[in-house]
Each structure stands twice: as structure tokens, then as C-alpha cells.
């Protein structure tokens, strides 16, 4: 004889996600324009989910390369270590407000420390109204066992022999020998209020004269990663955020232009801010 199979079926419920805010971290009336050079889109600070959405195809452009950027530890020194300034938050909140350095101290004094839990390329930085006209030149070191070592940058942000004149890329080879570590155990001399026990894959950037008032808006990371995750035009993707994990997003298109629609949203008890 034979037996008459069953069968089970189960209902699913998917129950969307409760935020108490939601709004865009991209350009607004359609997404931030992409190209063949790469872009960074600001995360706010206390955003818990995010949406990713390419559109606006050329007909040369297949898909939108993404990319998820680390959040930086961003502080500086003008007095060799006894005070520091963090600058993290203000650096990638997103918005126009600018923080001014006012004759930033020459090396042997001041520093400015950029840090992340994953080896980084460079810094994108962005100037306000105020910039450098004073011949200076930065050098970036990394920790490697043995001591600070230069770690051969490239400044975007130079213009003949002046460095933070300009907005621009400040990016680098990764070193096989960069070390994650704290700067406490690295030995320099700073505060405990500062983020010194922090185990990051530091940089220490230092100006060979002291700079004019700069006028800074933004220090964002760029990935070391240039294989980028790719989606096609009109595809979607939702993800879950961790508060100051992922500074940004970066993207490109690998040939002609796109557009992409980034929103953000927040839970309860952890609003934007």
C-alpha cells in the first residue's frame, strides 16, 4: 500500500522595524549624483537603519558600486599631548558647521591623531571659508613595533608648497606593517580623557610650519577596500546600523552616472542628533 504524504505550511509575520525618525542622507529631489570619481555620503549621528537605493542610469552605467566607510577617531594636541580636543563627532556629523584651527602648531607640538578599527586609504577632508596660505608641508605616520613611521601620503589638500589650502583626498599605500594598538601602549604622552586606550589603527598627522586659520568641515574615511559591492538600478538594500560604527557610505559607478537615495531612520531612545 502507500501513505499519503502531509504537509505543513507555517504563516510568517515580518514586522517592520519601529523608528521614531526617518529622513534622507543624501542629496534631496532624486540622490546624490554618482560618478566615475568616488563620493561620500554622511550617516548622522544616531541612525540605526539605513536604505540604500541607485537610480537614474546613463546607458554606459551597469551598476552602483557601495561601499560602508568606518567611523574615525579625530582629535589634536597644540601643546605636545597636555590638552586635546576630540573632534570626532563634529568631523562627521554631516553638516555645514565648521571647526577652526587657529595657527595650528608646528610638529614637536601639535598633532592631529586619526584612528579606525579597520586599516583605512585616507581621509577626505573638507575645508570652510578659512584655508592655509602659509607654506607647510604634512607628513602622516602610522604605528608600526619600532615607532611612528611615515607613511608616504598623498595631500589633495595641497597647493604648491601649502598644505590644507584646498579640499581634498589625503591618501596613502597600506602598510603591511601598520599595528593595531592603543596609544597608550604606543607611549605618547596625552590626557586619559582623550580616546588613548582605544585600540585603532592609528595615524599621526603633523605640519612641518605652522598653519594659518583653517577652517575644517569634514574628515571622512576612505576605504581600504576598492572592490565594491554592486547593485543595479532600481535595487534596494536595508541594513541595521550600529551608533558611530559606519561614518559613510562611498560610491561610484563604474562607467557613466547614477544617482543614489540614502535614508536613514532611528529607534526609540536613540533619536538623531
Request: aromatic share 8%; charged share 15%.
Amino acid at each position: 500500500g502507500w501513505r499519503k504524504k502531509s504537509s505543513m505550511t507555517q504563516t510568517v509575520n515580518v514586522i517592520p522595524v519601529e523608528l521614531t525618525e526617518l529622513r534622507s542622507a543624501s542629496t534631496s529631489n532624486g540622490g546624490t549624483a554618482l560618478t566615475t570619481t568616488l563620493g561620500l555620503i554622511s550617516i548622522p549621528l544616531g541612525a540605526d537603519y539605513i536604505s540604500i537605493t541607485p537610480r537614474n542610469f546613463s546607458a554606459d552605467c551597469k551598476a552602483a558600486g557601495v561601499l560602508l566607510n568606518p567611523y574615525l577617531s579625530i582629535f589634536h594636541t597644540q601643546n605636545a599631548g597636555q590638552d586635546t580636543t576630540d573632534l570626532s563627532d563634529e568631523m562627521q556629523d554631516g553638516d555645514a558647521t565648521s571647526v577652526e584651527f587657529v595657527t595650528f602648531a608646528i610638529t614637536g607640538t601639535g598633532y592631529m591623531y586619526v584612528g579606525a578599527r579597520v586599516p583605512f586609504l585616507g581621509v577626505q577632508v573638507g575645508l570652510g571659508t578659512n584655508k592655509n596660505a602659509t607654506a607647510s608641508v604634512l607628513t602622516v605616520n602610522y604605528w608600526k613595533p619600532g615607532g611612528w613611521t611615515d607613511i608616504s601620503d598623498n595631500d589633495g589638500t595641497i597647493t604648491g608648497t601649502e598644505s590644507m589650502s584646498q579640499s581634498g583626498d589625503v591618501v596613502w599605500t597600506i602598510p603591511t606593517t601598520w599595528q593595531k594598538t592603543s596609544l597608550s601602549a604606543i607611549g605618547d604622552t596625552l590626557p586619559a580623557s582623550c580616546n588613548k586606550y582605544e585600540e585603532r589603527y592609528w595615524t599621526r598627522w603633523e605640519w612641518s610650519a605652522a598653519l594659518d586659520t583653517v577652517a575644517v568641515n569634514t574628515m571622512r574615511t576612505i576605504n581600504r577596500s576598492t572592490t565594491y559591492a554592486e547593485y543595479i538600478e532600481g535595487q534596494a538594500v536595508e541594513l541595521k546600523l550600529s551608533d558611530r560604527e559606519i561614518s559613510c557610505v562611498q560610491a561610484i559607478t563604474g562607467a557613466g552616472t547614477a544617482n543614489l537615495i540614502v535614508n536613514v531612520g532611528s529607534l526609540i531612545g536613540s533619536e538623531f542628533e
